[in-house]
């Protein structure tokens, strides 16, 4: 019962502990529990104690939480002390339900001062208390936080902040330990198989969703994760301390797919558009457009155009079209005009900005336009008017470059060919013929002028309609791969030309001298070819023309991709610009988008390599036991780096089980050993 007349103390200036002495009834804290015990023997403020719990400690003066008047005889013997002991534990418990600690909180809150132990036991009791009542309220004050601090017989009222910090704190320890509870729960039940795993996962999902979100967040991120330490404690009782648990435990759940690209999700890479840039491009191609109303864009839909393309190809940017003009060749390079729909800063231009590019993997693309944009309205297809950039460029009878010019245009695309089709044709059809010799008379120029012509093999990995990994080595030197190629460098290096002469600023391209030429033209080996890789410099991006040694070229810059990369479309922004159909970025605003860009750029080409790897080695799963042959390229320490030209990868082997003789270049054969794909893991051991 709560004395309310009683409020107006004036507390004791100290708490005055009695004598203590051997039968003295003392108390104290172990393991988050009081416990009454009984002095056996005092020595020099140590205290020889006999516990509730039949355990003799020694304790000092400091430890004691309560120190009573009582006494209890000690000469009654061990086994009736503890009856005692136990029974004043009984009592001192009992009379806990007569404080309400949260009523006095309620009095006493406004007095931000200490209450000591007494002055608190006189609130909490009426009459003389005794030491039980003085226990009592000890104990209902340490078991109760929430409404005071407790301090060694002293009491301090929490604010009302603090005890609704503190009430928050309570519930939410409280959810947690529940949420534990249950998804431990959940996770045992996987684990045993007990219960259908789509069943149990629609009831995760209805009922304990944050499971969820911690299971994937420990799964991508592990000790990074911000709920890395309730992950734990789920998964602790739950028998779970493999990380690679958590992934087949998500597969199992239909959150995540056997192959997952995990890449994705840690790097935060949106795979879908959000609603306004969809709706925005939807708007845009269900629009009208009146190609002939606009007078700065020259026709040129009579021209035998063509598209040149992978069989897959679904995003057409580029176009070819050559005429015999008697004493000479007029060769077109059209790109698709994708600012001629996407403005400068519109929402869709702001979404392609944080992309950068789009992504590649043999499993998926992750276009940097929404679809219907990449894919019909701003892709060239075929007997469709579209909007164009287009180089036109004289070629003499030798196939040597006269003159150029570039000009905004309207085209039509006369017909569609795949890599293959140019590849059958190509010493039959006349044009065909006359592309492949401009081709290669540039790339010889370029070869003439120091250019590093890497030609590696290519693996190309594609997921099949049953969902069968298939792989193929692409010729990069094949005539319609050579043909394309050195068409859009010469396109790129023309349109860099141009901007530099109309002294507009771009996002130009330059690389300084390889570290050291191992060969030159294109009669480098195949080890030869891959030591020179490693020895180029890095490009650079800037806003002024330079050199670029790697293509032989005294400028350049690339403008023949723009639906598929974000630097291609402002730069046919400057061209544009230079044309004069459209107002330039200035050259800190080129300088700004190189800096925005190269994150992005270097997340996408990562998340490239390491999926195609993983689909290279999900196929190799199946090689384990078969022999190929290999390629010593280097040595590090005790192991040799070797190089598998079949699927053109690395791996390491120990040096002690081969010839420590070998050396670059030299060929050997070995047997594929591990392989895990989702572990990045590869092995061989030589046969």
Partial sequence: MIKIWQIDFQPSSCYKCPIMESGNIVEYIDRQKILCAVILEVKKQRFRLLSETNREVNLSKNRLLHVSTTQIDLSIGRDRLIDRLKETAHIRNSLINQINISELWIILNTEQEWIDLPTMTSFCFNGNPSSDYESAVIRAFFTDRLYFKFDQNRFFPHSEEQVELKIEQVKEAERRYGLITKSTDFLKKILAEKTDAKILSETIKKNNPELITILKSYCLYKKESEYYSLAKEILKPAGINDPDTIFDILVKLDIFDENENISLHIQDIPTSFSSKPMEHATSLTKSSVDFSANKSYEDLRSLPIITIDGQF?????????????????????????????IKKND?????????????????????????????????LQADEDRP????????????????????????????????????????EDDNIKILHQIAKKFHQRRIDQGSVNITLP?????????????????????????????????????????????????????????KERVFKG???????????????????????????????????????????????????????????????????????????LKQPMSQ????????????????????????????????????????????????????????NMLKPQDLIKVTIQNVNARKNIFSVYPC
């Fill in 313 to 341: 190809t679904q995003d057409f940017d580029d176009a070819l079209s050559i005429e015999d003009m008697g004493d000479h060749y007029r060769l077109g390079v059209h790109i698709a005009d994708v600012g001629y729909y």
């Fill in 347 to 379: 929402i869709i231009d702001q979404e392609a900005r944080l992309r950068g590019t789009s992504i590649y993997m043999p499993d998926q693309t992750i276009p940097m336009l929404p679809p219907q944009l990449a894919e019909s309205l701003c892709s």
């Fill in 388 to 427: 164009a950039v287009s180089t036109i460029i004289n070629i003499d009878r030798s196939f040597n470059i006269i003159d150029y010019d570039i000009t905004c245009s309207i085209i039509k695309i006369k017909n569609r060919l795949t890599y293959y089709d140019v590849n059958l044709i190509i010493n």
């Fill in 458 to 514: 290519n693996i190309n990995i594609w997921i099949g309609t049953n969902e069968e990994i298939n792989l193929s080595t692409l010729n990069r030197e094949s005539p319609a791969r050579l043909l394309v190629a050195e068409i859009m460098i010469m396109a790129n290096w023309l349109m860099a030309d141009y901007l530099s002469k109309k002294k507009i600023s771009a996002i130009f391209r330059s690389q300084p001298q390889p």
């Fill in 522 to 596: 294109d009669d480098g080996t195949l080890f030869q070819n891959y030591r020179q890789r490693r020895l180029l410099s890095r490009f650079v991006l800037n806003t002024t023309p330079a050199n670029h040694s790697g293509l032989g070229l005294d400028k350049y810059t690339t403008a023949t991709s723009p639906i598929r990369k974000y630097y291609d479309l402002v730069t046919q922004r400057q061209i544009k610009a230079a044309i004069g159909v459209e107002d330039p970025y200035t050259p800190e605003e080129i300088g700004e988008i190189i800096t925005l």
């Fill in 604 to 659: 996408a080409s990562l998340i490239q390599r390491e999926r195609n790897r993983y689909w290279l080695l999900k196929y190799l799963e199946k090689k384990r036991g078969k022999q190929e042959d290999a390629i010593i390229v280097g040595k590090r320490n005790d192991e040799y780096q070797i190089l598998i030209p079949e699927y053109m990868i690395e791996c390491y082997i120990s040096a002690s089980s081969l010839n």
